[in-house]
């Protein structure tokens, strides 16, 4: 069975939420506990789910929350929503672990985006993964300051739109190098601006800055 994609149409607001909405039930399937069959997770942002009941009439899923050892956390509505069999899901930890011991040609890869649309989306050092902007007006995220728990988590954030997002971490914890620790990245206004960061030492070190030498006008600023 390939991974489906949808999205959440209601949000979920506290850790212990079972149920919420989704756009499209194709693909989750109500499991068989004597047999086997149907069982099915859902991986939204960077949480994954054990689905325990779907409504295909209502679209309404019930889930276990927090498989896997990920937290279960929060989660805006619209964000990708991706269900498949648990061979399906191939964990970042072993793609990493094996990265790192062997010598190995990856023909392609594909990196699944968390879609951010709202006005103040929150992010933490937990957050890994790739996240891309896609709201209409500008996006004024923010950024928790990280904790020893998120150490070595990579996170990027890129802009679908043309407008000038911002990244706030509340301390000064961006090290942007040789300067001085910064507190706020604001984005250049066009599509394909954004940012890598990895956790290091309890700070959000810069690996990257992306289009940053486009044509279009402008760069990341950090202040």
Known sequence: MAINNTTLTTAITTPGQTQFGVASTTGITIPNNQT???????????EYMAVTNVNTTTLVVTVLRGQFGTPAVTHLS???????????FS???EFVGSSITVKQTEASLNWPATFLTGAADP???ASAGLFVVKTAG???ITL???????EGNVIMIFSDTANAHT???????????AAAKKTVCTFPAFIGAGITLRVCNLNYHVIGTGASGSTNAGVVVWT
């Open 91 to 93: 964990p970042i930890t």
């Open 78 to 88: 619209g964000v990708l929503v991706q269900s498949g069999l648990p061979t399906d």
């Open 138 to 140: 500008v996006d004024a």
């Open 167 to 177: 990244v706030t971490c509340p301390t000064t914890n961006f090290e942007v190098g």
């Open 123 to 125: 992010l933490t050092g």
């Open 144 to 150: 928790a300051t990280p904790l020893a728990a998120h």
């Open 36 to 46: 086997g069959a149907g069982i099915t997770f859902l991986l939204v942002d960077q």
